[in-house]
């Protein structure tokens, strides 16, 4: 069983920055981690992905604005995001899960936190 903690959601201005972080139980046996987000009305998209070899998949909506990193030692996962705004409000969730072909798709992720909720204001 993993268990996952997300924490460092808030509200914050358009343009502004928040970490998210997830804390993990067994980091070492996901070959896959990942951020999801669910905004109210809207399916769950799949945010970010890093794999074991550190391969990381950003949806387009968040590249070049968000990074996705880790840290072993501390077995945690972060989501750094920058420039953020008004359509990046959701409840974030953070993910585990396995890579098929080394890739982490969605429906690899068998593993939920009980998200954090960011809220971008104008």
């Known amino acids: 069983q993993v268990q996952l903690v997300?924490?460092?959601?808030?509200?914050?201005?358009?343009?502004?920055?928040?970490?998210?972080?997830?804390?993990t139980s067994r980091y070492s046996y996901s070959s896959c981690m990942g951020w999801f987000r669910r905004a109210p009305g809207n399916e769950r998209e799949q945010v970010a992905s890093i794999n074991?070899?550190?391969?990381?998949?950003?949806?387009?909506?968040?590249k070049g604005r968000f990074t996705i990193f880790?840290?072993?030692a501390k077995a945690t996962l972060y989501l750094q995001m920058n420039s953020l705004k008004l359509e990046d409000t959701a409840m974030y969730y953070c993910a585990?899960?396995?890579?098929?072909?080394?890739?982490?798709?969605?429906?690899?992720?068998?593993?939920?936190?009980?998200?954090?909720q960011v809220t971008v204001s104008s």
Do not use: H, I
């Open 6 to 23: 997300e924490s460092g959601g808030g509200s914050v201005q358009a343009g502004g920055s928040l970490r998210l972080s997830c804390t």
């Open 96 to 116: 585990a899960g396995r890579a098929s072909g080394g890739v982490c798709y969605s429906g690899g992720f068998g593993y939920w936190g009980q998200g954090t």
């Open 70 to 72: 880790q840290d072993n």
């Open 52 to 62: 074991s070899s550190g391969f990381t998949r950003y949806a387009e909506s968040v």
